[in-house]
């Protein structure tokens, strides 16, 4: 008996009942031990599956062929020969090895060529796209891939719109709402260090107690209105263009065209080709929108974290906003018009001008007036959603210095406009239908958003600093 392992008389000899063949003992327990299955066959073979076998103890004498040193000598040199051999053959399998790895490397070399050839044209034509002048002859914006929104998402914003509309025009101003005499006595609560340096967006969540803004180097804080301090920041990559709340997580655009939902469970979206300008969230709190240099506008599915449709119109885009109701979506573009789209559809509802390229938009509260300004602007236009034309410019307040951003408060009654110059408070009594300035401050400001109540303003300026006024 030979063990089937070594090919030697085994000392203490044992059977494999999946096999049949014999072994050594302690060669196959650690086989055994490591593999757990039986080296001849490889059938799951344990040491309960090992027969111990009797044979007589007879010490194997020594072949004749090895009383010598001729025989020896033989011995050695088969031995040597048999070295040779095999060192021969592990030599050639280096080689092919290594011919085989050589043409994997050059096949993925080249693979990566191709990728990187492709995407270059992607991007090309991409950036060709946004360049091409649309011959508007027929009136209509050119539409790409535009699908309308999915059945759930639609329903979502009948739904959306059919609660709010129904209560808005009655709805009454709250009690504890700030009155103009509350507004004229704001004066700085406090203000931070540079955090910021570069910022041009700013978004305070429901409760008013944390803003989001962000920095021209792709930082993303999270900030703390009653701490004065940043409790948590994030890398969004490139310069923040944008930016609003999703929930408890803060949402950026970014001059790299990437849109970024960032938190512990971050998604990332790249629709756009070049910068991503602007951001809205519809008011059901599910749709994301995003415009971008590339003349198109998209809408996400933040609950199933995708984007859903994808529209191009006729010159880039700088700036959004949805409708209070949800059921319009705004879009300024570096043309100088409002571009209107129904939601569900994407299909164009009106347009109104402006007159130079938008830097800002804001929907008014009562769901018939959105403010709107142009890039280094000093004067903010109302318009009336209910005209057309020239007849749409319901008012134009004269603020007195460049414009850069502007927001309506929750009731429609105050309208605050900022700039690098400072900061202004408009007023519309609804009794008189008459505006009026209820407070100017030379707190200079890029984004402004209103706190609780109406109660506080929160600014940033492009040094980063975070002002609150109250």
């Not at 609003?244 to 629709?271: H, M, N, R």
């Not at 407070?439 to 890029?446: D, G, H, N, Y």
């Not at 402004?448 to 929160?458: C, F, H, I, R, Y």
């Not at 300026?461 to 006024?469: A, D, M, R, W």
Request: a negative charge; proline letters at 4%; one cysteine or more.
């Amino acid at each position: 008996m030979l063990c089937s392992i070594s090919g030697e008389a085994p000392q203490h000899p044992v059977a494999s009942t999946k096999s049949g063949n014999v072994y050594e003992k302690r060669l196959i327990e650690a086989y055994i031990a490591e593999n757990h299955k039986d080296p001849v066959n490889g059938e799951d073979l344990e040491v309960t599956d090992l027969i111990d076998l009797k044979s007589s103890r007879i010490v194997t004498p020594r072949p004749p062929t090895l009383t010598s040193i001729p025989s020896l000598l033989s011995t050695f040199q088969n031995e040597w020969d048999a070295l040779a051999l095999e060192t021969f053959t592990i030599r050639h399998q280096l080689h092919q090895t290594r011919q085989e790895l050589a043409t994997a490397l050059y096949q993925h070399d080249a693979a990566i060529r191709v990728i990187a050839r492709l995407t270059k044209e992607r991007d090309e034509a991409r950036d060709a796209l946004s360049k091409v002048t649309i011959n508007a002859g027929a009136g209509d914006a050119m539409q790409i891939d535009n699908q309308g929104l999915p059945d759930a998402l639609v329903a979502k914003v009948e739904a959306t719109q059919e609660k709010l509309s129904k209560s808005r025009r009655k709805r009454p101003v709250p009690e504890d709402w700030a009155t103009a005499e509350t507004i004229e006595k704001f004066g700085v609560a406090s203000s931070s260090k540079s955090l910021f340096p570069g910022s041009t967006s700013l978004v305070v969540d429901d409760a008013g107690k944390l803003a989001v803004s962000a920095g021209s180097d792709g930082t993303v804080g999270v900030y703390s209105i009653s701490g004065n301090k940043v409790q948590k920041s994030f890398n969004a990559g490139s310069a923040v263009t944008d930016a609003l709340w999703y929930g408890s997580q803060p949402v950026v655009s970014t001059s790299s065209g990437a849109v970024k939902v960032l938190g512990d469970d971050e998604i990332t979206f790249t629709s756009h080709a070049g910068s991503a300008n602007g951001l809205a969230l519809h008011p059901s709190g599910d749709i994301l929108a995003s415009v971008g240099v590339d003349k198109s506008f998209v809408f996400y599915d933040l609950v199933e974290g995708s984007p859903v449709t994808q529209v191009y119109t006729d010159s880039g885009l700088t700036t959004a906003a949805f409708h209070p109701d949800g059921h319009l979506f705004a879009a300024g573009g570096e043309d100088g018009q409002i571009k209107l789209f129904h939601v569900k559809t994407g299909e164009n509802a009106a347009n109104f001008e402006l007159g130079g390229p938008v830097q800002d938009i804001s929907f008014s509260e009562n769901g018939i007036w959105f403010a709107a300004v142009a890039k280094g602007s000093t004067s903010v236009v109302i318009f009336d959603l209910r005209k057309e034309g020239k007849a749409a410019e319901a008012k134009v307040l004269e603020i007195g210095g460049q414009v850069d951003s502007i927001r309506w408060d929750y009731t429609g009654q105050y309208l605050a406009a900022s700039g690098p110059g400072g900061l202004t408070i408009s007023q519309y009594t609804k009794g008189s239908k008459s505006w009026s300035d209820i407070i100017s401050t030379a707190v200079p400001a890029t984004a402004v958003a209103w706190g609780p109540e109406a109660k506080s303003l929160v600014t940033v300026s492009v040094e980063g600093v975070v002002t609150v006024l109250a």
